[in-house]
């Protein structure tokens, strides 16, 4: 499982409040993802990090905001939760082909969220 | 836009049959083509890859075959069993690129 852990795993909220989900990695690993999964849709990225301060956005990334202060942790924030926001997130990582190979992403167990 | 499309969204296959889920690309910079499988309630995990310098990558009872020229990539899974049913996912991405290109899913359901 790469060392990548999730929390909440389950989390109920209300529309218009913040919600702040976390992903923790143990391996040191440069870069780490958010995406959701929605049933049609498949899994959608949202922002992903490159580094310590370092973050771009993803297809869906409106209504989400990242923070990634220290390496092993990754946040994504919904600023102001819509019930649009309903969806399981999947934090992953990217662990490095060897001898120039491809690489492999590595996903978490997921958050399950519902915006009531 | 979808980079790459899946199909179909859901199978229905009998226990010992094959299951057949096909992915089709446009950019044609694409050059590693991983498949993930997905249980209930975890994460995708890496199932099997290819590279587009071979036309067909078996492990065990999961086989890709890829077709090039078409920019289609299928996975085939022989004498499927109930525990394969899952979800699974085609993907695609470019040497040097750190962003996976995911298909929508294809739910599979094995019955016994």
């Known amino acids: 499982d790469a060392g990548i852990t999730q929390s909440p795993r389950h989390k109920v909220t209300e529309t218009g409040t913040p919600v702040t989900l976390r992903c923790h990695q143990t391996e040191n690993h440069r870069y780490m993802y958010w995406y959701r999964q929605d049933p049609g849709h498949g899994l959608r990225l949202i922002h992903y990090?490159?580094?310590?301060?370092?973050?771009d956005k993803g297809e869906v990334s409106d209504g989400y905001s990242v923070s990634r202060s220290k390496t092993e942790d990754f946040l994504l924030t919904l600023e102001s939760a819509t019930s649009s926001q309903t969806s399981v997130y999947f934090c992953a990582i990217w662990e490095p082909g060897t001898s120039g190979g491809p690489g492999t992403q590595y996903f978490g167990p997921g958050t399950r969220l519902l915006v009531l | 836009q979808q980079q790459v499309k899946q199909s179909p969204q859901s199978l229905i296959v009998q226990k010992g049959g094959i299951s057949i889920i096909n992915c089709a690309y446009e950019?044609?910079?694409?050059?590693?083509f991983p498949w993930y499988q997905q249980f209930p309630g975890k994460g995708p995990a890496l199932l099997i890859a290819i590279r587009p310098d071979v036309s067909e990558k078996k492990e065990g009872r999961f086989t890709i075959s890829f077709n090039k020229s078409a920019k289609q990539f299928s996975l085939h899974i022989m004498d499927s069993q109930p525990g394969d049913s899952a979800t699974y996912f085609c993907a695609a991405i470019q040497t040097g690129a750190n962003n996976l290109f995911f298909g929508t899913g294809t739910r599979l359901t094995v019955i016994p």
């Open positions: 990090s490159y580094g310590v301060k370092d973050t």
């Open positions: 950019n044609t910079a694409f050059d590693y």
